[in-house]
């Protein structure tokens, strides 16, 4: 299974998520609520345990993308 990495670019900083396929769907519909004022915040947790909270006006002034993570790709 492909992993995404989602970026939030803010005029604070960059942030990045690291998202496992099985919860990319989920994880884009809590930023979405954020984003049309459902929901306050969004919080996540890394693989290491720690967790990020991503307060709504954060993520309504950012650009998010989200991309495949190659990372783990064999070169050929």
Do not use: W
Request: glycine residues 4%; proline residues 1%; charged residues 30%.
């Amino acid at each position: 299974m492909k992993n995404f990495i989602i970026t939030i670019r803010h005029a604070s900083g960059n942030f990045k998520l690291n998202v496992a396929s099985e919860k990319l769907e989920e994880i884009k519909e809590h930023i979405m609520f954020c984003i049309s004022g459902k929901q306050d915040a969004f919080t996540n947790k890394d693989l290491k345990g720690n967790e990020q909270i991503y307060p709504a006006e954060v993520l309504k002034n950012s650009i998010i993308s989200i991309e495949i993570d190659n990372e783990d790709d064999d070169v050929k």
